[in-house]
């Protein structure tokens, strides 16, 4: 799978952004897709992910404030950050999840950079 992510850049406190991410080569084969975020000296985090039932999952940080959502042909993953705080600054990478049979296998996006300040 190869993912490619786009639509980070510079937001005041408050604002929204919203980032996409399109997977090609084997998408047949994802169980997830989501974001993983990684501030400077911090380590990668999960942020949002979702999964091919459509069940979500989120971090608690950002809870009530993110949406992840998938486009139909579940080749399009977005995530719409609202209400953004400067604790939100990072780097996000989209992820997509394949099950093997006998584990997971991570795919990564090359990262787009988020930053929140006035």
């Known amino acids: 799978v190869q993912l490619q992510a786009s639509g980070g850049g510079l937001v005041q406190p408050g604002g929204s952004l919203i980032l996409s991410c399109a997977a090609s080569?084997?998408?047949?084969?994802?169980?997830?897709m989501g974001w993983y975020r990684q501030a400077p000296g911090k380590q990668r985090e999960v942020v949002a992910l979702?999964?091919?039932?459509?069940?979500?999952n989120y971090a608690d940080s950002v809870k009530g404030r993110f949406t992840i959502s998938r486009d139909n042909g579940k080749s399009t993953v977005y995530l719409q950050m609202n209400s953004l705080k400067p604790e939100d600054t990072a780097v996000y990478y989209c992820?997509?999840?394949?099950?093997?049979?006998?584990?997971?296998?991570?795919?990564w996006g090359q990262g787009t950079l988020v930053t929140v300040s006035s």
């Open positions: 992820n997509t999840k394949t099950f093997t049979g006998t584990n997971w296998r991570d795919s």
């Open positions: 080569g084997s998408i047949f084969s994802i169980n997830a």
């Open positions: 979702i999964y091919s039932g459509g069940s979500t």
